[in-house]
DNA sequence: GATACCATTTTGGTATCCCAAACCGGGATA
DNA sequence: TATCCCGGTTTGGGATACCAAAATGGTATC
């Protein structure tokens, strides 16, 4: 794997897992002593960083995209369009074996679960879906989407009613698509995702003194 | 401007305008010597004509996308997801004077027009009706939609009567859209959109032979 | 104590150099 | 004639050097 690549993840997984505050700023140089790589690659990283929304410019320099409350919520409204969109071709699928798969993954979430697992599995969901339209811009839709959301649904505060809650959704969208209820099941996610980013929200905003003070930038609505 | 953004900018226009065929090879140095810039923001400006899907990476070097009938189908899909859902959302607008500027483009546009204003502005009218939503997503979803569909907009062979319709079909979509009737615009914008997309494959399909003796690559659905 | 100003350092933008791998063309061979 | 092989050339990936602009920090001034 080329090092444009392995800086582009790493840096990545970082941000993602917040080793990185949101609104830090980064110097090319600092993440090329990081990584023990050099401009080049880092450059090349940064700039397919800022289109996935996880690095942006400021000013002539780099910084660490904030968290950012109106922009979430126009991602709910975003996924909204695009996963009923993708919801509807998925249910018109005759195989099935993708659903199964995952109910599976579902599934494989129990009480003894990391709460990492969670977090990826609930993303996956949604990913797997759009990526079972077939569609391939759905399908990034859909993931782009998700990787700008991770940050935010990580430093949600869940309670658990409102995960199992989830869970169950996830579970009645299944169970529609696999009878071929296209428009009931887009109908379901577009509840789900509109509760999903309410709840966020709201845990964002009530979080929001605690987190500006773990240092990240949170914008509000 | 950076030379980094005077490179993207010039090399867009140049696959956009055709003068660089799609499939066609390019070499970093080509494009260092054609614009009179060093490697770096030659890469830089490839990297993101690359997220825009204008250039593709061929092995280790570099192409300028084909025309591809598949990706052409499945952006139709896309497109009429996030532009019904940008209707709804401009339909709701109490301010109408968004509309009367995207009429007053489509006025514009008369019998001895150019041809290249008649592209612009049928990509203009649905890339602002979308920014009119206020949802940056949908935007930048509806905006790099219709970049990717540019060149196959442009070489479709369109008859004086299909090219009427469609104006009509703005005309009436606006009509719903100022009356805040969303749903109604919506299903015209569905609508419309299957019928473009129909139009152009169609059209591309019987054109496919030409565009390949002229070096254009072109992929099949 | 606050502020304006200047020297120094840092930083991103660019140009250029090096390298290994891929590519290409021609000649030998079957 | 078709195929294989080999060496020279090209190409993208990476490293580094240089520069102008911006940030920084300390100092003199009010």
């Known amino acids: 794997?080329?090092?444009m690549q392995q800086v582009e993840r790493q840096l990545r997984e970082m941000i993602l897992g917040l080793d990185i505050g949101p609104g830090e700023k980064l110097t090319e140089r600092w993440i090329e002593s990081r990584f023990g790589a050099s401009r080049t690659p880092v450059r090349a990283a940064?700039?397919?960083?800022?289109?996935?929304?996880?690095?942006?410019?400021?000013?002539?320099?780099?910084t660490v995209s904030p968290i950012n409350l109106a922009e979430i919520e126009q991602i709910a409204v975003y996924r909204q369009a695009v996963e009923a969109a993708a919801a509807r071709l998925t249910a018109m699928l005759t195989d099935k074996s993708?659903?199964?798969?995952?109910?599976?993954?579902?599934?494989?979430c129990g009480p003894d679960t990391p709460r990492e697992e969670w977090h990826r599995v609930g993303t996956d969901f949604h990913v797997e879906l759009a990526r079972l339209s077939g569609n391939e811009f759905l399908f990034r839709a859909v993931r782009d989407a998700m990787t700008r959301l991770s940050r935010a649904r990580w430093l949600e505060i869940r309670d658990e009613a409102a995960s199992a809650r989830a869970w169950a959704e996830h579970g009645t969208i299944l169970t529609a698509l696999r009878a071929g209820r296209g428009d009931e099941a887009a109908d379901l996610l577009i509840r789900h995702i509109g509760g999903s980013r309410d709840r966020l929200v709201g845990s964002l905003q009530t979080e929001r003194r605690g987190l500006r003070a773990r240092g990240f930038a949170v914008v509000a609505a």
């Open 1 to 3: 794997m080329s090092q």
């Open 46 to 62: 940064l700039l397919r960083l800022e289109t996935e929304g996880l690095v942006a410019r400021d000013g002539r320099g780099w």
């Open 98 to 108: 993708g659903l199964d798969a995952i109910e599976a993954m579902l599934d494989s």
